[in-house]
């Protein structure tokens, strides 16, 4: 039976980030990804919005139940659960003057707005610093604070055109399609998070805050390495192959008998190429001059692959995983949604949380990139709804009374 988690809002004790206090001024998926994480291991994420500009989040599937609602995204519910979530008008200066008392509580202050949107209200890091020295503060966009580029509006299907990702997806002779999604929302969290903790070290050593501008696209250049080494050095720009590889043949998805099933299977070297042609029933391949080696079982990757996809096609998916993983050819089943959510091993390590909804009942998240054994993460509540935690907020943190609290809410500053 599975343990619905209790949905219960708190200042969390324990973990290894217990005592680190953020505020979240991010939104979509590359900024919240970063603080998802640091909430998990122990931190006091504050995360501020308002209803009278919705998270874009918010409004992006899939969405439960298949209706649209502000509490019904399963994105925003996977990116913000075990935040405390505080309304706030930024438009009023009331609401400004409670994001200051914030910024003097917290460590760490994340904003993925425009480059001008902080400098318009005065919050720019040079003025911060000023009323807390040793503020970490994170700007994260998707070109940085300055340069021609700096100001162009865009999510991460921008950053993956730019960073050339769409460029590299594709079949030969085709049009780009480019990677899934939003692309460089979910690399550039990678270099965020472990930027920010040494931010926190670097603190903790010399007690000076630390300031960080952070261009999504170009963070996620790092993982296109490859690409531009060979053009810089050999002048070469990559192809659309569809599957194919350089250095592996046959490489690929090939379908298999059902509906819409696949599997796919790479040959790293003539060792697996021989283990392929046993497992296959066709060991006489390997004395074929076409399939030899590397070099001419590229030359010959049409008739290879067509030898692969038609065997592959008498098999289920499972079936051929099981196979080949059997003869040491590394292979598997492409995984839908559902086969993911029911397989055995993400089952095993607890891979999805079922969280307590105020309007769902119970809403399932991913659990925490990483297990530590000393510290674990935690799961304590689902993703605020708006407003949500304001009197923990303001209270427990701020340490408002009564009539502090009623004079925001009359100056429209809880909105």
Known sequence: MTTVIPNLPSIPTEGALAGLNVVDLMWVVAGPTSTRTMADFGATVVRIESANRIETARGIGPFHDNAQGLDHSGLFGNMNANKLGLSLNLSTQEGRDVLLDLIKWCDVLTESFSPRAMRAWGMDYESLREIRPDLIMLSTCLFGQAGPLSRVAGFGTMGAAIGGYVALAGNLGGAPIGPYSAYTDYLSPRFALPTILAALDYRDRTGEGVYIDQAQAESSLHFMSAALLDYTINGRVPELVGNADPDMAPHGCYAT???????????????????????????????????????????????????????????????????????????????????????????????????????????????????????????????????????????????????????????????
């Open 257 to 415: 008998a059902g509906d819409d099933d696949w599997v796919a299977i790479a040959v790293r070297n003539d060792a697996d190429w021989a283990n392929l042609c046993a497992a296959m029933g066709m060991g006489e391949l390997t004395c074929d001059d076409r399939f030899a080696d590397l070099t001419a079982r590229k030359a010959n990757e049409d008739e290879l692959n067509g030898i692969v996809s038609g065997w592959a096609a008498q098999h289920g998916a499972l079936e051929v995983e099981y196979m080949l993983q059997a003869f040491g050819v590394p292979a598997h089943a492409v995984s839908n949604s559902s086969a993911a959510v029911a397989d055995p091993q993400l089952q095993h390590r607890g891979h999805f949380i079922p969280i307590e909804h105020p309007v769902h009942g119970v809403q399932t998240v991913e659990a925490a990139k990483g297990q530590m054994s000393v510290t674990p993460p935690s799961y304590r509540s689902s993703a605020p709804t708006i407003g949500r935690d304001n009197d923990l907020v303001l209270r427990e943190i701020l340490g408002y009374d009564d009539e502090r609290i009623a004079q925001l809410a009359i100056a429209d500053a809880l909105t």
